[in-house]
């Protein structure tokens, strides 16, 4: 009943966003030109800001004279001198953490999150949660599980003292959202920072079986379900056994009654979507994937990276829509190498994607 509750109120709570969506949609270059607006001013007072005269940007033709595209290794100083406790110099806000990812090389990289990029994410999956819900209602009545970040993922300090990497996936997002999540997962999450992978898995298959009414799964790649499931299809009858105590006579029986080569959804008969990455190399996965969930529909994800949300599904028959109302996004044309502003981009052509 809980969950059926807090998920009611985060699908009224993210209309608002989705309806901000749909007008961002409608005049893409107003929606983004607030973006940066709001970027540049909250941004203004920091060394980066002074630097590059934030106060004096107008509009795009601005921006793009003032700030030319760089790279992490052009700003790797400040973001060393962050890391180290500087405040105010690349940003104006305090950095709560950092998030550390290799991108499209080796080398680890700390992206730092500030308060206002929480509120961007959450601005992004608010769309996507009611978007969700329009299409698939039945997804958003009982708990569900989520996994944004890989397992076994260390947490440290920088020397500064602030944290590399989060306690767990709920802290990507504000407050607000955290709290609802928190009432709708189906699992503890911090179970993803659990390093050793056997006690990682075993821990998430038990608390899941205990959860009669599981009825959406997002996680990042298919192959990390993959995972899931084979641990899930080796360990069954033990799993049953753990997790006893801790479910009722019925559930047990139901369980007792079920072979390890069950589909997901006859374990959780209420489990009606899963959400992940479906494009580029995770599209050879999906076969295996339908297969092991059985009857649930699966809803490709859109672009989702450390350093922010680039696009988000709305409609099952459409391609996932860029964040308009999220982050400010150029692209680079792959064609003519030509940096675009998004509300510049056309249809049939390839950009890689700045932020």
């Not at 009224?12 to 961002?24: D, H, K, P, V």
């Not at 599981?214 to 299809?233: H, K, Q």
């Not at 990276?305 to 792959?334: K, N």
Request: proline fraction near 5%; charged fraction near 20%.
């Amino acid at each position: 009943v809980l969950a059926r509750l807090a998920n009611q109120f985060w699908i009224r709570s993210s209309y608002s966003s989705y309806i901000r969506f749909l007008r961002g949609c409608r005049n893409p270059q107003k929606a983004q030109q607030k973006v940066l607006s709001s970027i540049l001013q909250k941004n203004s007072s920091s060394e980066y800001g002074r630097r590059h005269q934030f106060y004096a940007i107008k509009d795009y033709p601005d921006f793009a004279q003032a700030l030319p595209v760089i790279d992490y290794s052009d700003i790797n100083t400040e973001i060393q001198r962050c890391a180290s406790g500087e405040s105010g110099v690349l940003v104006s806000e305090q950095i709560s953490r950092f998030e550390e990812t290799s991108g499209s090389n080796s080398h680890a990289r700390l992206i730092p999150y500030t308060a206002s990029l929480s509120q961007e994410f959450d601005r992004a999956i608010a769309t996507w949660i009611y978007s969700l819900w329009n299409e698939h209602p039945e997804a958003m009545t009982g708990r569900s599980y989520w996994s944004l970040s890989p397992a076994t993922k260390e947490v440290r300090t920088t020397v500064g003292g602030i944290p590399i990497g989060s306690s767990d996936d709920t802290e990507y997002f504000a407050f607000f959202t955290r709290w609802l999540l928190k009432h709708v997962m189906a699992i503890h999450p911090g179970l993803a920072k659990i390093r050793n992978p056997d006690e990682f898995y075993m821990k998430t298959l038990q608390q899941l079986l205990c959860r009669e009414d599981l009825s959406l799964i997002s996680i990042w790649s298919p192959t990390f379900f993959i995972r899931l499931d084979e641990r899930l299809r080796h360990l069954f009858p033990e799993l049953i056994e753990s997790v006893r105590p801790k479910i009722t006579a019925k559930r047990y029986n139901f369980l007792r009654g079920i072979t390890a080569e069950a589909t997901w959804k006859m374990i959780w008969p209420q489990l009606s979507l899963c959400s992940c990455w479906s494009h580029a190399s995770s599209a050879g996965f999906l076969p295996r994937l339908k297969e092991r969930l059985g009857d649930v529909d699966i809803q490709g994800k859109g672009l989702i990276s450390t350093e922010g949300i680039v696009s988000v599904p709305i409609r099952s028959d459409l391609d996932p829509v860029a964040a308009i109302p999220s982050h400010f996004l150029e692209g680079r044309d792959t064609q003519t190498a030509d940096i675009v502003p998004l509300q510049a981009w056309k249809i049939n052509r390839q950009y890689e994607v700045i932020l």
